[in-house]
């Protein structure tokens, strides 16, 4: 075992060796390996944020016809350092008749559900924290805990609005939750498990290919279930004016922020890994460093695929959002998973290439299918002005 | 490693705090809250009881599965019909609900 | 794991399930109470990975915490006339309850002495075969087939009768005036 062929463990096996050397109990240093192992794990995701936050900042402005951050460091690298130290250092204001307990606890949970994501996700091929053979539904309700507390935080802001700002926040997260955890099931159904790392070994084809229709699904999905435009109803500040963390200021909304682009930057890691086929590539098996760069690859290119679609749509009203999921996406999941299901039991041991091919096929003439029944719904015509009018007056 | 006993013994002390939560709260949603104790009990129970077996019959996890299910459907029902009693009435409190006493 | 440091945090999740579900049944604030179960249910939840099914822990998060304690904190909230809430229990009432419950309590612990296999042990690793078993079991018709479309007859009768029974008819008449 090398450093080029498993570096996690290689940098594992030297710190209990070390640790031995000190004479500790032997349970004892696997302990603080492991605590030491989470702590820096958390810390660096955490400081990736500030790379994410600033790559946002900087598309969306050239998507806009504007520069972004640019005074700080070079390219603006180092803006994200200045903010926050103003958030840091901004006071905590806690209005009057608030549930102290679950006011303060709320922004640290909603960010420990995103982060215990991170426990079971395959960065490379030997190198994972856990391998869960529940994977994909821990991640569900890891994420049902974050909206619990999304709930809770706008009920103990004492606050009309934050309380309306966390019902419309936990309806759509949890209408959005439906059709998402019907698109991660196409992987599963694929792998025959729920376990990320079997799923990630079984993508000889990537699941992209097998299901476009469900990856589609699965990235609009979790465009809502962050919250992004054109989803970000709950957070518009003309609208709601910041829905459920109206009141918290300081630290604890930075929270919030932090735990918003960390949610955002997770769900692409998923995405890349049902879909995109995780670490795969020629040469990952033998060299997990080159998994872990594919990885970042499609990471980034999922991740850019959220940015640019923020930087364009327009907002979507509450009801449009729920008649979506509800009427369109809910029951094309269902219909699409029951089909997919029927599909493999027929085409059993043809070829590889027929059974993609057949997958394929069948997912497009779905989503054929799909655009041609919205097409038939049209919106109401807007009331024309005529035009003679205008000019008259 | 872990006695079978003590997740007997967790069980039924849990039985029995959800038992004194439904004779003791006045409101329908507190006894709504005392019930999902003795639901959650009873699925320890029924887990426990399988998993000291052979677990080749999967009746045990079966039954468990199925308590999840009717538990989730029960508590949706229930807070309907309470949501639909406050709507009529403008309270939970179980004591002030008692049109059919004499 | 060595067993003393394995029966330590087994028994402090243990008090964490039994003292958060105490404080649920006496919190006033109905608020509390639901919040304090989740703390409960997720112990729980803990005590299901003891046991070695870790399937279960995750459904039990899933269904408990995600779906119930989010149903319920909704309704306290829907049904209340100010932010507080005042609940007022009669002395006379607990002593009755707490008496009925002890109770209740001996009678079920002295049943259990009883059962054979009361003094046997189970093992804490992960039984991850269980999980496609239990998958045959729900939906072969051999087996437990019949049983789980019947649940989800069930659940789909409450989901219509939730949907009825909560839709507000005055307001809906209101608005078509």
Redesign the interface.
Known sequence: MTFWTDPINWVLQILENLLASWGLNHVLSIFIINFLTVVIYCTMILVFVFFLIWLERKLIARMQDRLGPNRVGPWGILQSIPDAIKIFTKEYITPVGVDKVIYNLAPIIVVASVLVVWAIIPVAPRWFAADLNVGVLYIIAVGELGILMVMMAGWSSNNKFALLGAFRTSAQLVSYEIPMALAMLVPVFMARSMSLNTIITNQSVWNIVLAPVAFIIYFLCSLAEVGRAPFDLLEAESEIVAGYHIEYSGLKFGMFFVGDFLHAFTISVLGAVLFLGGWRGPGAEQYPLLGFVYMTVKIILVYMLMMVVRGTLPRLRIDQMMDFTWKVMTPLMMGLLVGMIIIDSLIVGLSPWLRTGAFLAFNVIGAVITLWALGKHTMPKPQEFPLEDLNAS | ??????????A??????????V?????A??I???L??ML?AVN?NF??FW???T?QA??G??F???I??????????G??????V??SR?T?VVAEISDLKE | MPLNLLYAVFIFNAIVILGSAICSVTARNLIHAALWMVLSFFSIAILFVFMGIGFFAVIQITIYIGAIAVLILFAIMLTRRSMQEQEDKRLKNVWVALLAVGGVLTVLVMTLRQIPIFGESISTTQVDEMVPALGKALTEPAQYGLLFELASVLLLAALIGAIYLAFDRKKAEGEEK
Request: aromatic share 12%; hydrophobic share 65%.
């Open positions: 490693m872990i006695p079978f006993a003590w997740y007997l013994l967790i039924a002390a849990l039985f029995c705090i959800g038992l004194f939560g004779l003791t709260r006045r409101s949603i507190g709504l809250l005392g999902e104790f959650n320890i887990l426990a998993r000291a077996g677990m999967m009746s996890a079966v468990s599965v199925i999840f299910a009717v538990a989730a459907a029960e508590v949706a029902v807070l309907a019909i309470i949501i639909s406050y709507r403008r939970v």
